[in-house]
């Protein structure tokens, strides 16, 4: 058991902590259910890509699927090698592709068509082959949040079937380009496994169409996106998932690689806050606390929830809005939230908080971002300090003198 209390009193509040023991375990877990079967599980490095996270997953032998030259870098400082790094994204600049093809990395994801122009115009400059992986769009509905949701044609994600074999056909002709992957993300969150096993199929079966041609992939990218529980959703069981996407592969010879983040990370976050008053408009009950939407913007960006535990506090509890500082409106941590009597200085531990919490945040008021903590085999330590006035304006203060 952590000791949320003591640590809110070493590193003060708002805080992020986070629990590697069980973000081992999840990795784990997962790693374990494609045994049998070469794998690389490539940590999505954006739902939470502080360094000490990054390099924790190494450690374990995790690579990592990074979505800008940013996340690459964190990558590789953080010891993950090379052979493991894939480059993701709907958008790269060319100084990002002509970098990331520079340190050699396992392959880029193709997104579009100009995508493919541009990181074969480059690899062509430097005089390099790139390995490649296209992303295809299999128009699958992962019955998730929309803003999450990435697998259907009305998202800008990926490409669709016919665009991808074309594509494929065109890399393969390329002296410049090395088709070595296939890729499909439809969405994050899932918690259905029949659209993985239809995408994982649609997937398949374009990889032995290509092989027909004469197109020999190496790597089978399956994405991210398992779901966890934050409140009672029914979640996929690791071995399920796996047996899911293994079953669309028999007879191919296909390393598979996965790139989960929320999986790996989510349910070992906490984010703790304090409470600094309690005030009524009408009958309206708000707790107003020291965090807020830009140090974890999940509840403003999608409505999301996270279970909340008051500390060592008991009573009739009644709906209250947990609201931070922030000037707006949409500046809420949960809305109707049971909860007894609060008091200043009372401690509000917000779970689930490890995925797409402090990498989403921001200084939006000139708030500065929470320190973030470790805990590990009973041990704490701090991962990131906490930012203070003069880190907020250190990039403005010369203009301005
Ligand atoms: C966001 C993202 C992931 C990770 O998604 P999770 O839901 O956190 O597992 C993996 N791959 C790609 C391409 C992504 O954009």
């Known amino acids: ?39 690389i599980l490539a940590y999505a490095v954006k739902a939470n890509s502080n360094l000490s996270v990054v390099k924790h997953f190494a450690q374990l032998g995790a690579g990592a699927d990074c979505v800008s030259i940013g996340e690459v870098r964190r990558a590789f400082l953080a010891g993950i090698p090379k052979y493991k790094i894939i480059f993701s994204g709907v958008g790269k600049r060319d100084d990002e592709i002509r970098e990331a093809l520079e340190r050699d990395i396992l392959y880029i994801n193709i997104e579009s068509e100009a995508e493919l122009a541009r990181v074969e ?70 918690t259905d496994i029949k ?40 979640t996929i069981d690791p071995y399920d998932y796996a047996q899911a996407i293994l079953s669309t592969l028999s007879g191919l010879e296909l390393t598979v690689i996965g790139e989960p983040g929320r999986y790996l990370s989510a349910n070992a976050g906490y984010f703790l806050t304090k409470v600094l008053y309690e005030k009524k408009n009408g009958d309206k009950r708000f707790v107003v606390v020291d965090g807020a939407m830009n140090d ?60 797409y919490g402090f990498g989403m945040g921001s200084n939006y008021n000139t708030r500065g ?21 003069e880190d907020i304006i250190a990039l403005e203060k010369e203009f301005a003198e």
């Open 369 to 389: 971002r929470s320190a973030e903590v470790a805990v590990e085999n009973g041990q704490d330590r701090m991962i990131r300090r906490r930012e203070t006035f």
């Open 121 to 190: 115009m480059i690899a062509k400059e430097l005089d390099v082959q790139a390995r490649i992986s296209i992303r295809v769009n299999p128009n699958i509905d992962p019955k998730t949040h929309p803003y999450i949701s990435t697998g259907l044609h009305d998202n800008k994600f990926g490409v669709d079937l016919n665009t991808a074999k074309r594509l494929y056909i065109v890399a393969n002709n390329s002296e410049h380009l090395d088709p070595v992957g296939i890729h499909s993300h439809i969405g994050s969150q899932l």
């Open 1 to 39: 058991m952590i000791d949320f209390k003591q640590l809110a009193e070493k590193y003060q509040t708002p805080l992020y902590v986070y629990d590697f023991d069980s973000m081992r375990t999840q990795y784990t877990s997962l790693k374990s259910a494609f045994k049998g079967r070469k794998s």
């Open 296 to 355: 974890l913007l999940r509840p403003s960006l999608y409505n999301a929830y996270h279970k909340i535990d008051a500390l060592d506090k008991e009573g009739d509890e009644t709906p209250a809005d947990i609201v931070g500082p922030v000037c707006e409106s949409g500046d809420f941590l949960a809305k109707n939230y049971l909860l007894p009597k609060m008091e200043h200085n009372d401690l509000l531990v917000i779970h689930s908080a490890g995925a």
């Open 195 to 234: 659209p993985i096993r239809e995408a994982s199929e649609i997937v398949a079966d374009l990889v032995r169409s290509l092989s027909a041609v004469g197109i020999e992939l190496k790597f089978f990218d399956i994405g991210g996106g398992l779901g966890v529980r934050y409140d009672n959703e029914e």
